[in-house]
Structure formats: C-alpha cells, structure tokens
C-alpha cells in the first residue's frame, strides 16, 4: 500500500483552517518585481552594515527574485546554511529569513574575531555563533531602518537568531514546513577577495503580499488639502462726517453743505489730537571685519572645556577585551607631532606638551584664526 503525503493546503481545506496559500494563488510577476525591489534595498543596508563590522568590502550585488516552495529549496541547495530568522515586532506580522552558505558564514565569523579571514574555523561553537548572532542583529536592525524610511512607518523587529540547517535532509526553521511557499530574492556575495558566493532572503508568500500592500501605500501620493473656506468679509459702513451737519448751509440756503478744505498733514479729519508722523530712520549697518557678534561681550563669561588630545587609535572588540594592566596601546601620533588642542570637541589649535611645576601644560605652537574659531565653536 502506497501513501501520499497531504499538501499544507490540503491539510488546511481539511480542517477548516481557513484560505491557504494556494487558495489565495500565486504572486504576480509585477508583485515579484516589487519584493525584488523592497529586497534590493534591504540588502543594501544590510552590505553596509557588514562591510562596517568585518572592515571589508561587501557587496550584494544582481538579484535573482524566483517564487520557490521550501522543499523545492531544499532540493536546489542541498547544503548547510546558516539562516537567520529576523521577527517582526512591529509594523508586519511574521518574519523574513537570510540564508548564507556555509563557508561564508565561517568566514564572517573569523572576521569577527579578529583575523584575516583566510583560515576560517572548521566548526563554530558557541562563541563563533553568538559574535555570528551579534552581526546578524546589527544587520537587522539596518534592514528595519530601510524598511522604516521605505513603508513610511515604524517597523522594529525582535533579536534576531540563527541557527545551521542541512537542506539536503530537509531540514527547515521552525514554524516553516515543507510546503510552504516562498519568494527568494539571491544575491551575488562578495566579501573582498575572500568569497563570491549567494546569500538569500527568503520571504513568506503572505509577508510578501503585505510587503507589496505597504508599498503601495507608501508610494501613492498625498492627497491635496482641502482649499481654505472663504467667507465674504462684510464692509464696514462709512464714518459719517459729523462736520457737514455742524457747517452754516451754503449761500444760507437749508440743505446744502459746503466742501471741507483740506487738511494739513498730521490732523485728522474732524478735528482731534495732532499726530506727529515722521519717516523711520535705521542706524547704518557697520559689518564686522572677523564675523564676530557686535554682542559677543554678553557671553564673555561662558566657561569651555578645553581638552589636549594626545592621538588616537581604532581597535576591533577582540583586542579591546583583551586589554589589561601593562598593556600598550598605540596611538596614530608620532614623536614630537604636535598635540590638538579642543575646545567643546572641536580643534582650535595645535601645541607641544611641557611641564611646569610637575604638572603637564601645553604651549601653543600654531592657532586658527578668529573666523575659524568662531566656525568651529558654531
């Protein structure tokens, strides 16, 4: 007797658990080329934030985007990836995942440490996975970001986890099946000189259709705002002169008025209090040879912190954590190279370090010019 293995779908009519991805059909070819385009622009950030951390260049680089079952995933690859599965706190529900080969993971991890790269190790315990665990949540956090100024919303994911799966046994992370369909977006991996290799991003075919609805969204653009509502301004009824009733009738007829004569400026019609209008008058602007505010001596007493910074260096977590009592650090400054003189972190002059009364000092030996220093101190 032979058995057949029921579809997702199949299971999901059975039970009644509502539409399943088949029922809901297949992603067009334009919504694959928008999550080839959301893909594109995580994968961007997410470069930037490897290359960063490794002190390599990386890139990610022609995009492949395919709709593709887990399984039959499993059966193209037929290898160990580490896959990073990166949860949605806010702005989508589910995931995405990341899929890397095998060899650039221990790649990137060697990288990590501290080394070169060149002689990755043979298997990754578990302080290669958590600096590996680390990377990967420094990379999602990039990937939200884009997402964020992408979708116009807040979008935040959970810490991100991963883990090595043998695809060739059909190993797959949890909560996905077998049957379950996805879209992958492949990207052409470089890591220097060190790999070329694929990473992949794979996203739930729900996730997808929301990813595609977001976009949407987002690039439609905002309707225009309603025009202000006008209403008539009622005019005020004329001043009536008072004068004319006041006046003696023209010629001593009853009736007839006579015409004011003008008024002199600076008295109002009908009489009053005279008002004294004179032309304004500005005092002449004088500017400054140096920019310097005419009311600099307002802040005279501010007190700066002036700081003498010796050199400095760049050194990985690796190094850092191996520091202790006796150790040398390095700085970029060489012998006799001037030290800077700051003040509120910004340069303002350079000088030499002497000692007076057995405390350090430091005598200027070439400053900025005034102009300079109030642009920096801006």
Same mark, same amino acid.
């Given at each position: *007797?032979?058995?057949?293995?029921?579809?997702?779908?199949?299971?999901?009519?059975?039970?009644?658990?509502?539409?399943?991805?088949?029922?809901?059909?297949?992603?067009?070819?334009?919504?694959?080329?928008?999550?080839?385009?959301?893909?594109?622009?995580?994968?961007?950030?997410?470069?930037?934030?490897?290359?960063?951390?490794?002190?390599?260049?990386?890139?990610?680089?022609?995009?492949?985007?395919?709709?593709?079952? *887990?399984?039959?995933?499993?059966?193209?690859?037929?290898?160990?990836?580490?896959?990073?599965?990166?949860?949605?706190?806010?702005?989508?529900?589910?995931?995405?995942?990341?899929?890397? $080969?095998?060899?650039?993971?221990?790649?990137?991890?060697?990288?990590?440490?501290?080394?070169?790269?060149?002689?990755?190790?043979?298997?990754?315990?578990?302080?290669?996975?958590?600096?590996?665990?680390?990377?990967?949540?420094?990379?999602?956090?990039?990937?939200?970001?884009?997402?964020?100024?992408?979708?116009?919303?807040?979008?935040? &994911?959970?810490?991100?986890?991963?883990?090595?799966?043998?695809?060739?046994?059909?190993?797959?992370?949890?909560?996905? @099946?077998?049957?379950?369909?996805?879209?992958?977006?492949?990207?052409?991996?470089?890591?220097?000189?060190?790999?070329? &290799?694929?990473?992949?991003?794979?996203?739930?075919?729900?996730?997808?259709?929301?990813?595609?609805?977001?976009?949407?969204?987002?690039?439609?653009?905002?309707?225009?705002?309603?025009?202000?509502? @006008?209403?008539?301004?009622?005019?005020?009824?004329?001043?009536?002169?008072?004068?004319?009733?006041?006046?003696?009738?023209?010629?001593?007829?009853?009736?007839?008025?006579?015409?004011?004569?003008?008024?002199?400026?600076?008295?109002?019609?009908?009489?009053? @209090?005279?008002?004294?209008?004179?032309?304004? $008058?500005?005092?002449?602007?004088?500017?400054?040879?140096?920019?310097?505010?005419?009311?600099?001596?307002?802040?005279?007493?501010?007190?700066?912190? #002036?700081?003498?910074?010796?050199?400095?260096?760049?050194?990985?977590?690796?190094?850092?954590?191996?520091?202790?009592?006796?150790?040398?650090?390095?700085?970029?400054?060489?012998?006799?190279?001037?030290?800077?003189? *700051?003040?509120?972190?910004?340069? #303002?002059?350079?000088?030499?370090?002497? #000692? #007076?009364?057995?405390?350090?000092?430091?005598?200027?030996?070439?400053?900025?010019? *005034?102009?300079?220093?109030?642009?920096?101190? $801006?």
């Amino acid at each position: *007797m032979s058995y057949q293995r029921l579809s997702q779908a199949e299971i999901d009519m059975l039970l009644g658990g509502g539409s399943s991805s088949a029922e809901e059909g297949a992603l067009s070819q334009g919504e694959l080329d928008t999550v080839g385009e959301i893909g594109t622009a995580a994968a961007g950030a997410a470069a930037t934030s490897l290359g960063s951390l490794l002190s390599q260049s990386v890139s990610l680089t022609n995009p492949m985007v395919s709709a593709i079952t *887990m399984e039959g995933l499993c059966n193209e690859v037929g290898a160990v990836n580490y896959i990073a599965e990166i949860s949605f706190q806010e702005g989508f529900n589910g995931g995405l995942y990341l899929a890397f $080969q095998e060899p650039d993971a221990k790649i990137i991890v060697d990288l990590l440490l501290g080394n070169d790269g060149s002689n990755p190790p043979a298997v990754l315990g578990d302080m290669e996975l958590s600096a590996l665990t680390e990377a990967m949540n420094q990379l999602a956090g990039n990937i939200m970001t884009s997402f964020s100024a992408l979708f116009k919303k807040r979008i935040i &994911s959970e810490p991100t986890q991963i883990k090595a799966y043998d695809l060739s046994q059909l190993e797959t992370p949890m909560g996905v @099946t077998l049957d379950d369909s996805l879209v992958k977006v492949a990207f052409r991996l470089e890591l220097g000189l060190l790999s070329d &290799s694929v990473l992949s991003m794979l996203i739930p075919q729900t996730l997808a259709r929301d990813l595609n609805k977001a976009f949407e969204a987002a690039s439609m653009p905002m309707p225009a705002a309603p025009p202000a509502e @006008t209403r008539p301004v009622a005019a005020a009824p004329p001043a009536r002169d008072m004068s004319a009733a006041t006046a003696p009738p023209m010629g001593g007829q009853p009736g007839y008025g006579y015409a004011q004569p003008p008024q002199a400026a600076g008295y109002p019609v009908g009489g009053g @209090t005279p008002v004294n209008a004179q032309p304004v $008058q500005f005092a002449p602007f004088i500017p400054s040879a140096v920019g310097v505010p005419g009311n600099l001596n307002l802040i005279l007493d501010v007190p700066l912190q #002036i700081t003498v910074e010796l050199g400095r260096t760049k050194r990985q977590v690796k190094e850092v954590l191996d520091l202790g009592t006796g150790s040398i650090i390095e700085l970029d400054k060489l012998t006799g190279d001037p030290v800077d003189i *700051m003040i509120s972190g910004k340069p #303002i002059a350079e000088g030499e370090v002497v #000692i #007076i009364d057995e405390n350090f000092a430091v005598r200027i030996t070439k400053i900025k010019n *005034m102009a300079d220093r109030l642009g920096v101190l $801006q």
